[in-house]
């Protein structure tokens, strides 16, 4: 059975950090499977960070220079490192993931793209 259990959300100020974890079980996700999304309030879910086939990561414009995606293969851990947090991060934040590796160049930026969800974690960012 495949789970995605996210983890590191927080309350926070602007100009903080949190470092969120999606540890992934009952399958060995390729690098391009996986990203983040996050989900305000009245809002539609949008992808925040995932990698493209090859490798590259990708960020929304809103989170970039400020976020940055990572991940342990041998933990089968995915990461978002976010700094300089602003209110507007406020979100649920969740880990997606998809089992089918993507071709070069391309990337998976929308939650229909991905077979599998976490629960999330909830980031707050107070000015």
């Known amino acids: 059975q495949v789970q995605l259990v996210e983890s590191g959300g927080g309350s926070v100020q602007a100009g903080g950090s949190l470092r969120l974890s999606c540890a992934a079980s009952?399958?060995?996700?390729?690098?391009?499977?996986m990203g983040w999304f996050r989900q305000a309030p009245g809002k539609e879910r949008e992808g925040v960070a995932a990698?493209?086939?090859?490798?590259?990561?990708y960020y929304a414009d809103s989170v970039k220079g400020r976020f940055s995606i990572s991940r342990d293969t041998l933990k089968n851990t995915l990461y978002l490192q976010m700094n300089s947090l602003k209110p507007e991060d406020t979100a649920m934040y969740y880990c997606?993931?998809?089992?089918?590796?993507?071709?070069?160049?391309?990337?998976?930026?929308?939650?229909?793209?991905?077979?599998?969800w976490g629960q999330g974690t909830q980031v707050t960012v107070s000015s």
């Open positions: 009952g399958y060995s996700f390729c690098r391009s499977c």
């Open positions: 990698y493209y086939g090859g490798g590259m990561a």
């Open positions: 997606a993931a998809a089992t089918s590796p993507l071709s070069w160049g391309s990337v998976r930026t929308r939650p229909s793209e991905y077979n599998y």
